[in-house]
């Protein structure tokens, strides 16, 4: 493994150690690392020739997280309101164009990039706020992670057969079952913060193993169908905020909705 990437996942742990305990600079530190992910997609899709809205979405991008932060709520489960009046306004500034072509891709790939990231990843402020939240987001985190690792670890070192070489040439089947197996051990690992039965356990790893390589495939679509490597560079040896925080974006509202709907947590 590259010395830059150890070092730089290492600053990142620390990072999460510091500012996971307290409620407030984690719902902080999230919404920034979602700016970061939005900023860059916006980035790689104006590298595509896509005119996106990318400040519109920037600000809208960081309402949503802010609005979990400060408990800002106009109606239950308003965040779907406030898509829709988004999508409308959105539409009120296609008529300030000049011109009407790409007026479709211009406002779905900004919807999208506003639900794909902003509210996907906003779920980990969610996870945070919940009763217990700190063991269930150091929980998510931990079998989210390890599953990056054990993927990246397996695949380098026993991968043969190509997974997906369409979409991600260097991934492995070795490495995908690696993952998911790193992933079930940290959800038994994490069984003192959860208390939850074994059965339960095995499910959320499962799930969160799956779903973490499925956020990991899905951007390197994404990042293929533009035409770059990395999301961004600002961290040496793992890219940018969005090839950071991929493997989390389906893994968060999964582990929510179980925690909220299965669990009535």
């Given at each position: 493994m590259p010395i830059n990437r150890i070092v730089t996942s290492l600053i990142l742990i620390l990072v999460v150690v510091v500012v996971i305990f307290s409620d407030m600079l984690s719902g902080l530190v999230i919404t920034a690392l979602i700016m970061g992910c939005l900023y860059e997609f916006f980035r790689m899709l104006e590298h595509k020739g896509i005119s996106v809205y990318k400040y519109f979405g920037l600000i809208i991008g960081a309402i949503v997280p802010l609005s979990i932060i400060f408990r800002f709520e106009l109606t239950k489960g308003w965040?779907?309101?406030?898509?829709?009046?988004?999508?409308?306004?959105?539409?009120?500034?296609?008529?300030?164009?000049r011109k009407s072509s790409g007026a479709i891709t211009d406002i779905s790939t900004t919807i999208f990039a506003i639900l794909y990231i902003s509210w996907f990843l906003s779920f980990l402020i969610k996870i945070r706020y919940l009763p217990n939240g700190l063991a269930l987001l150091a929980s998510l985190l931990l079998m989210t992670k390890l599953g990056d690792i054990g993927a990246y670890l397996?695949?380098?070192?026993?991968?043969?057969?190509?997974?997906?070489?369409r979409i991600s040439p260097?991934?492995?089947?070795?490495?995908?079952?690696?993952?998911?197996?790193?992933?079930?051990?940290?959800?038994?690992?994490?069984?003192?913060?959860?208390?939850?039965?074994?059965?339960?356990?095995?499910?959320?790893?499962?799930?969160?193993?799956?779903?973490?390589?499925?956020?990991?495939?899905s951007e390197s679509l994404m990042k293929r169908d533009c035409q770059v490597k990395d999301s961004g560079k600002i961290f040496p040896g793992l890219?940018?905020?969005?090839?950071?925080?991929?493997?989390?974006?389906?893994?968060?509202?999964?582990?929510?909705?179980?925690?909220?709907?299965?669990?009535?947590?």
């Open positions: 965040e779907f309101l406030f898509m829709v009046l988004a999508f409308l306004f959105l539409i009120l500034m296609q008529f300030k164009r397996i695949g380098m070192r026993f991968g043969k057969t190509p997974l997906m070489p260097k991934k492995s089947v070795e490495g995908a079952v690696g993952g998911l197996l790193f992933s079930i051990a940290g959800a038994l690992v994490s069984q003192p913060l959860l208390h939850l039965t074994s059965g339960h356990l095995a499910i959320i790893g499962v799930a969160t193993g799956g779903l973490a390589q499925l956020g990991d495939l890219g940018g905020f969005l090839d950071v925080m991929d493997s989390l974006l389906f893994t968060a509202p999964t582990f929510y909705f179980y925690m909220n709907i299965v669990l009535k947590i």
